[in-house]
């Protein structure tokens, strides 16, 4: 029997999805509440991922957004993001059990930052206002150590203290291109600044950019699941429309999406921020297979096979 509904075909993103820093960071929340029993206090969200959230929620987590909302006698475990210093030195002082669950490649930052600080330079901070990775990061050296740049505007505008004594450092979910850009225009005017050993755009970042950038020019509108707070799927969205999609969308999963505002489409691209779980992508794919006699392809540019270790508390 031939189906009467429309044809499409679905470009599928790869890598897409969980990264290992945020795969990690579930787990210890998990293995927090099989050691430990409920509940389990977690402070921010682990990841950017109200559907992560709410499952962990049922198992007996609770989310806070400081400490002091924390009893001390229960355990903490602090978010994916990375947290200010004095975050762990006052769990410290108060006895409290607690498991950092900050992604190696962010503690990876926050040890650069901290070499720089040893070695007198002065650091600058690529990255967005208000995110909790940058909250941390600055948060690791004492207040005015660091300044942020967010634009090529803050890169032109800087006045260093001396400009021989310079170091940068950046957020781990920015887009590429943009930060690409912007470290020109420092590097420019400040030849002999320290750049990271290795960038600092951590690999899931960079790879789910390029998996987006191959599938977008082919696709009439491209799906991003992901969180409007996670940085990371908003950057895709924004990479998708820079790389030729004429249209792409942020959506937490299928409910979102606007069937009759989606218009006539043939090819479809979807792809996941890295707090953004699998099933919500096979959810989406199983939303158009409702309506679309569908056609599925990989679009892989890559292949990941990063695992982190659990911290001792919970391994
Ligand atoms: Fe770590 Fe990158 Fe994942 Fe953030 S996006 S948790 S830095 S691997």
Request: charged share 25%.
């Amino acid at each position: 029997m031939t189906s009467t509904r429309p044809k499409l075909t679905i470009r599928l993103a790869a890598p897409r999805g969980f990264c290992a820093g945020v795969d990690r960071a579930i787990q210890i929340v998990e293995r927090a509440l099989e050691r430990f029993g409920a509940p389990v206090y977690v402070r921010h969200e682990i990841v950017h991922n109200r559907h992560v959230v709410e499952r962990l929620e049922q198992m007996g987590a609770i989310f806070v957004e400081e400490l002091d909302e924390c009893p001390d006698d229960r355990p903490v475990v602090f978010s994916a993001h990375g947290v200010p210093k004095q975050v762990p030195a006052e769990a410290q002082r108060r006895n409290m059990i607690y498991v950092d669950a900050t992604c190696p490649l962010v503690s990876k930052v926050h040890v650069e930052a901290q070499r720089h600080e040893d070695n007198g330079d002065e650091i600058l901070l690529i990255g967005h206002a208000g995110h909790p990775e940058v909250i941390g990061t600055m948060g690791q050296l004492p207040e005015g150590s660091m300044t942020l740049i967010e634009t090529i505007e803050d890169a032109q505008a800087f006045q260093p203290k001396d400009e021989n004594r310079l170091a940068f450092v950046t957020q781990t979910t920015l887009s590429v291109d943009d930060t690409s850009a912007i470290v020109d225009v420092l590097q420019a005017r400040f030849p002999g600044m320290k750049a990271p050993h290795k960038e600092d755009i951590c690999y899931a970042t960079t790879n789910r950019q390029a998996a987006v950038k191959a599938l977008a020019p082919h696709s009439d509108i491209v799906f991003v699941i992901g969180a409007p707070n996670s940085s990371n799927s908003v950057r895709l969205v924004e990479v998708a429309l820079r790389a030729g999609a004429p249209r792409a969308q942020l959506v937490s999963c299928a409910a979102d999406v606007d069937w009759d505002e989606l218009g006539p489409v043939e090819t479809v691209g979807i792809t996941a921020g890295a707090s953004a779980p699998e099933d919500l992508v096979q959810g989406l794919i199983e939303a158009f297979k409702e309506r679309f006699d569908v056609t599925q392809e990989d679009v892989r540019v890559t292949d990941e096979d990063i695992v982190f270790k659990l911290p001792r508390a919970v391994a």
